[in-house]
């Protein structure tokens, strides 16, 4: 490679960053298996919540619909996060992970570029959900802006859960492993008040529910979508901060488990 | 100048299991040098090591006088590697998978794309770089995996079983690939189980068996070291093997050794053509029918064989994942 340009210095975490978010990125769209399945799945658990288990369901309040359309999609995070945990194995089953650390990048930067770019590709999922949501009866108790806001919080909710499904991916070694690994997150969907109300659970499930992260982010973005926050106990802003928090020890204690896995190979 | 890889003492545990053991190895610049060995010796271990992928628990590991544990990054810009799976993406197209590499060595988009191009070319997959990788053939992905461990224009070159799994025509292919890299200054570190791939590529080898080097040199020097010449003789019926082997060992030279499955005896022999002339007029005495009689050089795994007392393998056995005790 005499002639070859010379390289130029190491690639900045930034960079660095962008270049693997884009892989992730282009094999997501260019995979079609990977979009429509997870979007067929996802219009067809909102359909059957809605009509086969909305009917018997009491959200007290409120329409289900318009109760189920903000939890259904605050926790489609997780489902479609599993994807990421076998992606993630995937790679480095594969060597591509071995590939990367012995390029000369900073080791923080794959996995940043993954939880990115697999919290962007969410965004087609959380959209068509969105969309069916309206179609089938959802409508916005508050104002556009909130609705926004409340959009951009699950984008944010989801990047945070991505370091969880990445750390799993890691340590599950297969891919297959990690989809079974991911599936145990399960429960924080279905213990939370994304699809009952918790006080319709006995004592002690409602006190977990209560109290799990997914319950205080599926609040803070139903808070915001339905505009009254009487049925829910505290302001908006008291879930949303509590949201955050979680969503902030779930970066930071995910992050550094996953960075330093990842260090280690 | 500081040798290329200099290792020293290198132990790597994993668990009860050291995959090595007190490896000792220098690589000289200008060298392709083949590490050979069977499953299990360490071969991966130790790429993995030179890679910065893995940390030595004991000895000192320098690539172009630095350090794989204290300074991993300047090794990393100096070295590229292609595993034993080719770690590309099939969701992009040839050239793409290659500018991405290129960018990761903190090239700009002009010289990734420049590299990229100039690389491709050299593998010879500039009419398929717009295609997607996952309509790749096997050999052409394993091309582009080291390709892609090339567009960073490294000093060194680290290939993990690089012909593991291919035909035989992808074999050759990929060899001509790599050895037009080496005749630009690229040095090359390689393992195999293929002894003719080492023959054909390596200037030098070192053969490490359970981790350890048990042996150094290049290719002919190994080959002196197993006997000077080979007598080989094939028989019809395989009913005379034993018959043959008991006349063989009247001649001055090892034990002769029976290989029932191709009807043949081979014996190494310190002299030449006289012996061989000996060995005739015995087996002239005997009614039997040979196929064949010949004498050779030593073939590597029968150096393999003098050296460590075992065969090497000829197939690798499917691994569900890579080998990191391997």
């Known amino acids: 490679m005499a002639t070859a340009t010379l390289t130029g210095n190491k690639a900045s975490l930034?960079?660095?960053?962008?270049?693997?978010?884009?892989?992730?990125?282009?094999k997501f769209i260019r995979t079609p298996q990977l979009v429509v399945v997870g979007t067929v799945q996802g219009a067809m658990f909102l359909l059957i919540f809605r009509y086969v288990?909305?009917?018997?369901?009491?959200?007290?309040?409120v329409s289900y619909v318009n109760f189920l359309v903000p939890g259904f999609i605050t926790t489609g995070i997780i489902w479609q996060g599993m994807m990421s945990a076998g992606g993630v194995a995937e790679d480095y089953e594969q060597g591509f992970f071995d590939r990367l650390r012995s390029?000369?990048?900073?080791?923080?930067?794959?996995?940043?570029?993954?939880?990115?770019?697999?919290?962007?590709?969410?965004l087609w999922g959380l959209t068509i959900m969105t969309i069916i949501g309206f179609g089938i009866g959802f409508r916005l108790g508050g104002s556009v802006a909130n609705g926004i806001l409340a959009f951009a919080l699950i984008v944010l909710f989801s990047f945070a859960f991505e370091w969880v499904f990445i750390t799993l991916g890691l340590y599950a070694g297969n891919a297959q492993a990690a989809q079974g690994m991911s599936l145990m997150l399960v429960p924080f969907t279905f213990v939370s008040s994304a699809f009952v109300p918790v006080t319709s659970m006995p004592g002690p499930l409602q006190a977990v529910a209560a109290h799990q992260p997914v319950t205080y982010m599926v609040d803070a973005v139903r808070s915001l979508v339905l505009g009254s926050t009487e049925n829910l106990g505290h302001t908006s802003g008291y879930y949303v901060v509590r949201a955050l928090l979680w969503s902030a020890a779930l970066v930071l204690v995910f992050g550094s488990i996953a960075v330093n896995r990842y260090r280690k190979g | 100048m500081a040798a290329t890889i200099e290792a020293s003492g290198v132990v790597k545990r994993f668990g009860k299991t050291v995959a090595l053991n007190g490896l000792d190895l220098v690589a000289e610049h200008g060298e392709i040098l083949a590490v050979l060995g069977p499953n299990g010796a360490g071969k991966t271990t130790f790429v993995r090591a030179v890679a910065t992928l893995i940390q030595p628990d004991e000895g000192t590991l320098r690539v172009f006088g630095h350090d794989v544990v204290h300074e991993p990054g300047e090794v990393r810009q100096n070295i590229g590697l292609a595993g034993q799976f080719a770690a590309i993406e099939p969701a992009m197209t040839g050239r793409e998978n290659l500018e991405m590499v290129a960018r990761l060595f903190g090239q700009d988009k002009r010289s990734a794309r420049a590299n990229t191009t100039k690389v491709l070319e050299q593998m010879g997959l500039s009419d398929a770089a717009d295609r997607l990788a996952r309509g790749y053939s096997g050999g052409m992905r394993r091309k582009l995996d080291l390709g892609a461990s090339l567009v960073g224009s490294p000093r060194l070159l680290l290939l993990d079983e690089p012909t593991t799994g291919l035909d035989p025509q992808s074999r050759i292919d990929l060899w001509d690939a790599i050895r037009s890299l080496v005749d630009e200054g690229t040095d090359v570190l390689l393992t195999t189980q293929y002894l003719d791939e080492a023959d054909r590529l390596a200037s030098h080898m070192v053969?490490?068996?359970?981790?350890?080097a048990i042996a150094a040199g290049t290719p002919a020097e190994l080959k002196q070291s197993a006997g000077r010449s080979v007598i080989e003789v094939a028989v019809r019926e395989r009913d005379d093997l034993a018959e043959v082997a008991k006349v063989l060992a009247q001649v001055d030279g090892s034990d002769p050794h029976v290989d029932e499955s191709t009807r043949r005896v081979t014996l190494t022999v310190e002299g030449g053509i006289e012996l061989l002339r000996g060995a005739l007029k015995h087996l002239e005495a005997l009614d039997i029918t040979l196929d064949d009689v010949a004498l050779r050089q030593p073939k590597l795994d029968e150096v393999f064989l003098a050296l460590t007392g075992r065969e090497l393998e000829e197939?690798?056995?499917p691994k569900a994942r890579k080998g990191r005790g391997a």
């Open chain 1, 14 to 26: 930034s960079a660095s960053t962008f270049v693997i978010a884009r892989r992730t990125f282009l």
């Open chain 1, 53 to 61: 288990f909305g009917g018997a369901i009491k959200a007290g309040g």
């Open chain 1, 103 to 122: 390029l000369p990048i900073p080791r923080a930067a794959v996995l940043t570029g993954r939880a990115l770019a697999d919290s962007g590709t969410q």
């Open chain 2, 207 to 212: 053969v490490i068996n359970h981790g350890k």
């Open chain 2, 315 to 317: 197939e690798e056995p």
